[in-house]
């Protein structure tokens, strides 16, 4: 069992940043790629930004690209989103997530993560 625990959201204002951090109870943290999601009142999740085990391979949402970046620590079992440009549509819960198989790459569905973390909230205010 895989335990993930989400910190550094918070509110912030429109332009501003806030990285997020997530962190992996598993020691075969490095096995595996991750992912971010999040999830607005009244809307479906959706994928943020995925990493492959390395780190050397990325995947960010169109609404992420250039503002976002997904990394990872595998030394100290976390992964971390850096959000610039925050945009009040940013608002959400965001939610780290961990397959509990090992791939190659990087993954893009929900319905492929197995772990998920509890949520830190991002409010990013006009």
């Known amino acids: 069992q895989v335990q993930l625990v989400e910190f550094g959201g918070g509110l912030v204002q429109a332009g501003g940043s806030l990285r997020l951090s997530c962190a992996a109870s598993t020691r075969t943290f490095s096995n595996y790629a991750m992912g971010w999601f999040r999830q607005a009142p009244g809307k479906e999740r959706e994928l943020v930004a995925a990493i492959d085990w390395s780190g050397t391979r990325t995947y960010h949402a169109d609404s992420a690209k250039g503002r976002f970046t997904i990394s990872r620590d595998n030394a100290k079992n976390t992964v971390h989103l850096q959000m610039n440009s925050l945009k009040p549509e940013d608002t959400a819960v965001y939610y780290c997530?961990?397959?509990?198989?090992?791939?190659?790459?990087?993954?893009?569905?929900?319905?492929?993560?197995?772990?998920w973390g509890q949520g830190t909230r991002v409010t990013v205010s006009e």
């Open positions: 997530a961990a397959p509990s198989k090992i791939v190659t790459g990087f993954l893009t569905s929900a319905h492929e993560y197995n772990y």
